[in-house]
Every structure is written in C-alpha cells, then in structure tokens.
C-alpha cells in the first residue's frame, strides 16, 4: 500500500508540475524550432535513446543550426553548427557557463569536484588552480612521466598482449597518478586506477536515463534507504564512501609524507607548499581546493572520467584529459588497422625523423607532422563525447529572435561539427592528409578538431594540453615499434573492422581490442637497432640488439 500511495502521488506531482510549466514555457515564444511537441510530454516520445548526437544532427539538418527539445522540467537546446557554438558559448559564455543541478551528484558527495560546481567564484578558485598546473607552458614539466610511461606501456603490450585494452588504460592512469600524487609503485598506481574506477561507475550508472526518480522529484533524496521510493539514498550509501576515499585517500598519504620528509614532487606536494606559505599553515578552504583539483585529475584515470553526459535530465562537467586519451588510443588503433596506408605513411615519417636507433621523443614531435595529422585525424573522426558536455543557460536569452530559457541544457553536437562536410569533405572518411599542405605542413586553413573535441566557452577541457601530449608522444611511439593490422578470426581469415562505436555517452569502437595479439613478425616493415625487452619502469635503456617492428593485431584474436 505505501508503495502504491507513493507511485500516485508522485505521479500527480509530475503531472501538476508539467502543467505548469508548459503553461509557463509557452508564454515566452517563440523557442527556437524543433520537431513537434505535443501537449503535456513534449518530445518526451521522441528524445533519443541510442546514438543521439545523429538524431540531433538530423534534427539540426531539418530544422536549422539551433534546435528545441521540450522535455518535462527540462528544456533542451541542441547547438549543430560551430558558429552557433562560438556565438552562444564563447561570445556569451557568461551567461553559458552554469551546469544544471543533479541530485545524485550531491548525495553521492560529487560536490567538491570542480566539473561538477555551478559557474560561480568557487568554480572559478578550483579552475584556476587546475589550469596553473595543466596550462601549455607547464605541460614540457611532465614529459620525462609521459615518455617513462610510454615506454612501460610498450613493454607490457610486447609481454602480455592479450591484455592490450587494460596496457592502453593503465598508461593514461599511471601518468595522472605520477603527476599528481607523485606515486611510482606500480602496485600502488594499479590499486588507485581500480579506486578511481570503482568511484566513477557511481557517474556511469546515474548516467541510465530514468535510473533515478531522484533527478525528477529532489524530495525523494530524504527517503531512507529501508522505505519504498528510498533507492536513491541505497545507492549513495553504497558508492559515498568510495567516493569520500577518492577524494581524501591519496592526498592524505602525500600530507603524511611531506610531514615525514618523504614526499615526492607532484602537483599535490606543489599545491601544499605553495598554500601553506611561510607559516606552513592551509585554511579549510585551501585543503578543500586542493583535494578536488587533485581528485579531479585522479577520476580522470578512468574510462568515463567524470564526463556527465545528457540523454534526459543529468549533465556536468568533464575534465577530458584521460578517459579522451583512453579512448582516443582505442579508436586510434582501430584506424590503423582499418586503413594501413596511413599507418604506413606515419611509419615512414618515423623512420625518416627519429631514425631506427631510438624511440620517439618530445624534441621530435614539431617535425612529426603527418603524426599530428593523424592524431587530429582521430580526434575527428570519431569524436569520444559527441554530444559534448552540456551547458546550462544561468540566464533567459535571445538569440536571432529566438527565446532560450534560463535553465536550459545546452548540447553542443560535437559530432555533427566534426562531420560537417563543408569543413572536412567525405567525412566519414580516416585521412589525415586533409589537414596537411601539399607541401607537407600542417594546413591552418583546415578547422582545427581539437577546438571542437574538446570543448567551448569557459567550461572547455583545461587538461586540453596534457592530454594532446600524451597521446601523440605514445601514437608515434606505437608505430614506431608495431605493425597494427586486423586480427585473425576463428576461420582463419582477418577480422572485418567496423567503425562503429558504442551509443554510451562515451564512444568507445566495438571490437575486441582486449584479445588482441601482440607479435614479433619476421615481416615487419622497419628494423629497429634496439630492444623493446630491455624497457625498465623508471627509464628506457637502449640495449644495441636488433629487433624488426612488432606486428600488433587489432581486433580478435588468433
């Protein structure tokens, strides 16, 4: 019976509740255009529940560059073109700046992490701090941790290749660890990745558009976990501590060392030093900042790395740095075992700049040009967040005489820019060529992907930089030791790649890197006067021997 009484009053709420504010809503037409609503649910019916960012962009197609969704409580505005985005975004990001409110966000205690803050002098604090440590000019600090960790992950694909996909995670994991908390045990460095993991999927499973009524109706936050309608409350008190230990754990175990005279430099040691001043002394407000700078780097070692993507009512910040290179390195070999042209291209240029004594370092990345090509290329062709992370409106507005209402989410389609044949023709196309000259320099005229990829407006990825070089230092690295090719399937012929990625709020290409083969060929394309064996966990010691190019096997298995 308390159940039954339950499910119709909350029913009647949201039906009373709707009625109201449509009332509201159409008495400040006219909204931008958009497919039909009809009367109480809106688009309801009609919002996507698999791959959106094609929906949004048919919708953009048909109906112009700005599109309305009227969902209950939650006005939606689909942003299709990159002018828009630069007009609303950029131009007017004071107002474009805000995120929406998420309920499971604040009782999973997510509210000390700087993607998850609304657009106000907090957020600017936390953004500050994080920018000073991952800005441009800081990123060359961190190379010697990028280039050691190349090298590892190199090893550990040439040792154990059939664990590829988890070699490919713990390279941008074990990075942010080094950076941030300054840890080097790789025992240590695997425990947080999992901590981080395990904390993330609380995000991951609140992302299930309707997995919480929470969202929808803030009061059902109170309900204890033991009565009917207290589901919310049950989770949280499952993920909260996990959460709590995320945040805390790591920072705690840097304070102890530094006050034991045993700390390593780190951007948590610099952060300490540096609040503590003269008297050696942080307020509460310091420590607060700069666990959540910390821990916001560290949850970016997982897959999803806290990006709060939109398929009904939860949306957020994200700090892209690494689930983007994650991700990115998978479709990154995806394409190289689907279009092997390109891969040999980028292996020639190799061979021709760094030579085959060594492996690539960071003096040759300006010279590297057709492997920038190619990681931009990547970063186009299948965008990781292709909705974007979505914005909400702090402020009513108008734009070409079309009514935004405060409170909006705003969805930049960063799929549909990255697609748009006017900028990139034959888009669906991998070819890194279309953003070089023919005199083999990087065409400026071409629009840049990474200003799209990775975001608009003061919420853009301030961990653009770190991870723009982490992964070209490691793509060229990984060509320059392996053959990437497709897989052999159980009838002995090669595994048919398909493009296609998952329709998750982050793309990953479905097939099965995880079972990968990692071998040394007699028919590699390169000699290599050095051996990949001889790579230890603190640096890379060439060893004089003569090996070929491995042949990596993208794909399934022999």
């Known amino acids: 019976m308390p159940s039954t009484f339950v499910t119709i009053f909350v029913s009647f709420a949201i039906a009373s509740s709707t009625i109201i504010y449509k009332t509201w809503l159409t008495r400040r037409s006219p909204l931008p255009p958009g497919p039909p ?48 985005a630069r007009d609303l975004l950029d ?135 033991w009565m009917p309608g207290g589901m919310a409350r049950a989770f949280a008190a499952q993920y909260r501590p996990v959460v709590q230990q995320l945040r805390d754990r ?113 003096n040759d990345t300006k010279s590297l040009v057709y492997v920038h090509a190619l990681m931009l290329e990547t970063l186009r062709w299948r965008p990781i967040a292709p909705t974007g992370a979505p914005h909400a409106l702090s402020e009513d507005d108008v734009y070409k005489g079309y009514h935004i209402p405060k409170g909006s989410l705003i969805i930049a389609n960063s799929w549909a820019m990255l697609h748009d044949p006017v900028d990139y023709p034959e888009p669906d ?15 400026t005229s071409v629009r840049d992907p990474t200003t799209i990829a990775f975001g608009f407006g003061r919420r853009a990825c301030a961990g653009k930089e770190f991870s723009l070089s982490s992964l070209k230092i490691f793509m060229a690295s990984m060509l320059h030791v392996y053959d990437i090719q497709p897989g052999v399937g159980e009838d002995g012929h090669p595994v048919v790649l398909s ?13 099965d890197i995880s079972a990968s083969v990692f071998v040394i060929s007699d028919a590699g394309s390169g000699q290599l006067s050095y051996d990949i064996s001889s790579i230890h966990q603190a640096s890379f010691e060439s060893s004089g021997a003569s090996h070929p190019r491995h042949r990596a096997y993208g794909g399934l298995s022999e």
């Not at 048909?62 to 990159?82: A, M, T």
């Not at 196309?429 to 065409?443: A, C, S, V």
């Not at 493009?499 to 097939?511: K, P, Q, T, V, W």
Request: with cysteine; charged share 20%.
């Open 37 to 84: 609503r009809k009367w109480l649910v809106g688009n309801m019916f009609d919002f996507p529940t698999s791959r959106p960012w094609l929906t949004f962009r048919d919708w953009c197609n048909e109906h112009g560059g700005l599109v309305f969704i009227d969902l209950p409580f939650k006005p939606i505005v689909v942003i299709g073109s990159v002018q828009v």
């Open 91 to 225: 131009d007017r990001s004071r107002i474009y700046s805000d995120r929406p409110y998420s309920t499971m966000m604040e009782i999973l205690d997510w509210s000390w992490a700087f993607f998850t803050m609304p657009y106000n002098s907090e957020w600017r604090a936390n953004r500050k701090y994080f920018h000073d440590h991952f800005r441009r000019s800081a990123i060359p600090s961190y190379h010697s941790i990028l280039l050691q960790e190349t090298h590892v992950a190199l090893k550990r694909l040439l040792e154990a290749p059939n664990e590829s996909h988890q070699h490919l995670r713990n390279f941008p994991g074990s990075s942010i660890m080094r950076v941030v908390y300054g840890v080097r045990s790789a025992a240590q460095l695997r425990e947080y990745v999992d901590l981080a993991e395990h904390a993330v999927d609380s995000i991951r499973r609140t992302l299930i558009p309707g997995a919480f009524l929470a969202e929808l109706i803030s009061f059902l936050k109170y309900i204890p976990p």
């Open 250 to 362: 790591p920072f705690d175990e840097v304070k102890q060392a530094m006050a034991e005279g045993k700390a390593t430099p780190s951007i948590v040691y610099s952060l300490i030093k540096d609040m503590q001043g003269e008297g050696g002394y942080m307020t509460k407000e310091q420590v607060q900042i700069a666990r959540g700078i910390a821990a916001t780097a560290y949850a970016a070692a997982s897959d999803t790395a806290c990006t709060f993507q939109v398929y009904y009512h939860k949306a957020g910040d994200y700090s892209h740095m690494h689930w983007q290179t994650t991700a990115t390195l998978l479709f990154f070999v995806l394409a190289m075992a689907m279009y092997p042209e390109a891969q040999r291209k980028a292996q020639e240029e190799l061979e021709r700049v760094v030579g085959p004594s060594r492996l690539p370092d960071f």
């Open 429 to 443: 196309t991998f070819n890194p060529e279309r953003f070089m000259t023919k005199d083999g320099e990087i065409d």
């Open 499 to 511: 493009a296609e990625g998952s329709d998750e709020a982050i793309m990953y290409a479905l097939f």
